[in-house]
């Protein structure tokens, strides 16, 4: 997971990277690579569930957290 945009809209967007490939920018509901399915974009993560009904487990992907700042 390289940057989310979360819109209340639309349900978002998140650029991926997905085995060494260049990032992407996927929508909600866009079907990645894998058999996955981009399910929802939060602040600061994504869930993501496969394609087919009953074929796995959802994944959540979140961003790092950002450095803290010197006080």
């Known amino acids: 997971l390289i940057g989310v945009v979360a819109h209340a809209a639309d349900g978002g967007a ?3 990277a997905i085995d060494g490939q260049p990032p992407r920018p996927y929508r909600v509901g866009a079907e990645l690579d894998g058999g996955l399915v981009l399910q929802s974009v939060q602040r600061r993560s994504v869930r993501l569930a ?6 796995g487990q959802p994944i959540e992907l979140s961003l790092p957290e950002p450095p803290a700042t010197p006080s």
């Open 14 to 16: 998140a650029l991926i």
């Open 50 to 55: 496969p394609s087919a009904q009953g074929a």
